[in-house]
């Protein structure tokens, strides 16, 4: 049983790890504060949504176009984001709420609150000796390792990556030395949203959707970047992996109706202790970078 | 620039002066033109009391999160008023639908305070909410105004003796035992006894669960069906496996769980993956009779029960006139929304319908409160009176003891009515449920 509980709970921390991504890109390079993420993972669900009804693609062939639809996306709220970045993080703060609420809205205007969902080919039972999984969370688990291992070996050795490092190190220097800030900045955004809706693409092959989901991925994708340090990618991973192995394992043991305390208060205590997240002793000047 | 500032700001202050004072939701009217809208009753009371038109308070959610549902149950009380004033309204009386958006606790507060004072209603119908029920009743108590439930389950509703508050439809805890004992009919179905039935009970953590898990207990210890898990859990919860695991864990013959749509979804995902297969899975609330439910699961959602109110309404028992008249409800439903309407519709038509029959037209209208709750109180509809298969008999609480619950199962993406057999539509299948393997 534990051995499941285990299994069960990396599984589910490579869904959290996938979320987290875009949102520790955009907060590790452009510091920019985005509380409409889970809103972005939102429309990414249902631009999955879409494409399942207009062409019958499920969501791992959809892939493609979900991408396309998310640099369109992107591109859109740069255009209004951009001038935020870089500027007071209330800023920040109050025009992603805004953005957070047009986002619901309009949604539920074109597909009202009933819950839609795409009927996936992988939600089957596979037993491995004792523990079983299904087909979707291992593939899923498999595309956030790689995803975080690309933009890894992607942030170390090409131009784009370390002028991203550059700007998330010193933004003014970066600027002196001559790297296109603005660009970089767009390029995270962008890079940033169409992460948020593969990841909404992804998860639509396990859950259904609705205009509201994005407040609870918004809370878990930020817990997940804080905890493993902002601007962290392999922090996010193990931050995500540790919070979907306390999920499971406080949910059977201790009950199910405080599995999403548990996790609450490992972060708090992390943040007593080491409030740079997980991978940073304890040091509050700098925060190691991406 | 500063006097320019001085007056921008004074407009805006104006602007949100004058917003903040017709904020509040809307007011619709009845449909029927003929009406005449009166604002001052008590003067010409006596002169022009045959001509007044009723007012009843209609509250629903009809924005935000609940809105569909919340517009779906609105109509059914609008259409009903509407049918009855075509029929020549309430001993001559037309009924004049006061409507206010609920969707939410705090709403609740402010909409019912204002239809009370402002607009001088005497009786509250609604609503598709819980939390919003409890605040509702609590305030039209206070006022002395006539508070009449259709829909919110929560047992603090009718259990706080307020004379004046009436649910029509089944309570928390009357929904777990009709589960417990429908469980236990199919249980025999199967051969095992009832004392040996080993029963698990899994429900959200909120006033909805908690009342269900109650009534199931009472029903389980009182017939001697062992409980062997009893938990609740966060309806939030992106993933139900340890839940699964549980249940796996204390091996039950039948489970009894009450969900929203996104867990209870994720519930029988995970039983299917973790291969957990009681002999019976019966399923309580939203989460397992919504048609996203057979979208999102496909096969894998035939032979889950479903217990709720039914939304066929079987004619033959109806009183011709009421038969008749949820035909035409029907037909304009469908015009109105696009779709047949839910379980919700039939319980507002027939709440509404109740309510002014048996209770305003015997109680003379509604300015007499006592009158409108002796006339309640001496309501006796047997099973069968209303689309839904309910009768009507209220206890000391106000809560209808004669509210009926069936048992749907989902076949091939249809929900069946399998129970009880004067309602049901198709045979039961996959009793005991097959495993999963074997499907």
């Known amino acids: 049983m534990l051995l499941q509980l285990i299994i069960s709970g990396i599984l589910l921390g490579g869904i959290y790890a996938l979320l987290s991504i875009g949102l520790s890109l955009q907060l590790g390079v452009s510091k920019f504060i985005n509380f409409a993420y889970g809103d972005f993972v939102m429309i990414g669900m249902y631009s999955t949504y879409v494409v399942y009804l207009a062409f019958g693609l499920n969501p791992y062939l959809a892939w493609p176009l979900v991408i396309l639809m998310g640099i369109v996306f992107g591109l859109i709220m740069f255009t209004v984001a951009k001038r935020a970045i870089g500027k007071s993080p209330i800023n920040q703060i109050l025009m992603t709420l805004g953005f957070a609420m047009i986002l619901q809205n309009v949604v539920l205007l074109f597909f009202k609150s009933d819950f839609k969902s795409v009927p996936s080919d992988f939600n089957n039972s596979i037993k491995i000796s004792e523990i079983f999984v299904s087909g979707n969370q291992l593939i899923t688990f498999g595309l956030a390792l790689v995803s975080t291992i690309g933009f890894l070996v992607f942030i170390k050795y090409s131009n784009t990556g370390r002028a991203m490092r550059a700007v998330g190190q010193n933004r003014n220097a970066s600027k002196l030395m001559g790297i296109n800030v603005p660009r970089v900045d767009m390029v995270v955004f962008i890079l940033g949203t169409v992460m948020a809706m593969c990841s909404g693409a992804l998860l639509m092959t396990m859950y259904p959707t609705y205009p509201t989901v994005g407040s609870g991925l918004s809370i878990i994708a930020w817990i997940t970047v804080i905890l493993g340090g902002v601007g962290h990618l392999q922090g996010a991973l193990v931050a995500a992996l540790i919070i979907g192995v306390s999920e499971t394992l406080t949910g059977y043991y201790l009950g199910g109706d405080v599995r999403q305390l548990v996790y609450f208060v490992i972060f708090i205590i992390v943040l007593i202790v080491s409030p740079g997240g997980i991978f940073n002793k304890i040091s509050f000047r700098k925060v190691k970078r991406l | ?419 009880p057999e004067s309602m049901a539509t198709s045979e039961p299948i996959m009793i005991p449920r097959p495993n999963w393997s074997e499907r």
């Open chain 2, 1 to 419: 620039m500063k006097k320019i500032m001085k007056v921008l700001s004074l407009l805006l202050v104006l602007v949100m002066m004058v917003s903040a004072c017709s904020n509040g939701g809307s007011s619709d009217k009845a449909t029927d033109d003929s009406q005449e809208v009166v604002k001052d009753n008590a003067d010409d009371q006596d002169a022009k009391e045959n001509l007044e038109p009723i007012k009843i308070g209609v509250i629903q959610p009809r924005s935000g999160a609940l809105a569909v549902s919340g517009e779906d149950s609105y109509w059914g009380s609008q259409i009903a008023f509407d049918l009855i004033n075509e029929r020549g309204g309430i001993d001559g009386r037309m009924v004049e639908v006061v409507s206010a958006d609920v969707p939410d606790a705090t709403a609740a507060q402010n909409e019912v305070n204002r239809l009370i004072q402002n607009e001088g209603v005497k009786v509250i119908t609604g609503i598709y909410g819980s939390s919003m029920a409890e605040v509702a009743g609590n305030i039209s108590n206070r006022n002395d105004v006539l508070y009449w439930e259709s829909i919110s389950v929560t047992d603090r509703l009718t259990s706080k003796g307020y004379e004046g508050v009436f649910r029509i439809h089944i309570n928390g805890s009357g929904f777990g035992q009709q589960a417990a004992e429908i469980a236990a009919k199919f249980s025999k179905d199967i051969g095992i006894a009832v004392e040996d039935i080993k029963v698990a009970i899994i429900c959200v953590n909120n006033d909805f669960g908690q009342s269900v898990a109650t009534g199931v207990e009472e029903f389980a210890n009182e017939s001697g069906m062992q409980i062997v898990l009893n938990e609740l859990y966060d309806s939030k919860s992106t993933d139900t496996s340890p839940m699964v695991l549980q249940l796996k864990n204390a091996d039950p013959d039948i489970v009894i769980a009450t969900s929203y749509i996104n867990d209870g979804i994720d519930l029988t995902k995970q039983s299917r993956i973790l291969d957990f297969n009681p002999k019976l899975y019966i399923g309580i609330g939203s989460g397992y009779g919504l048609p996203a439910y057979a979208e999102a699961l496909g096969d894998d959602a035939n032979g889950m029960i479903d217990i709720d109110a039914s939304q066929k309404p079987v004619y033959d028992t109806l009183d011709a006139d009421l038969a008749e008249a949820v035909k035409e409800f029907e037909v304009r439903f469908e015009e109105e929304r696009g779709y047949q309407p839910p379980v919700v519709g039939y319980l507002t038509f027939q709440a509404a319908w109740v309510l002014a029959y048996e209770v305003i037209a015997k109680a003379g209208g509604t300015e007499d409160y006592q009158a409108m709750i002796d006339a309640a109180n001496a309501i006796d509809m047997q099973l069968g009176s209303l689309p839904t298969g309910a009768g009507v008999r209220f206890d000391e609480n106000g809560q209808n003891e004669r509210a009926l619950l069936v048992a749907m199962q989902w076949q091939e993406g249809a929900l069946e009515t399998i129970y």
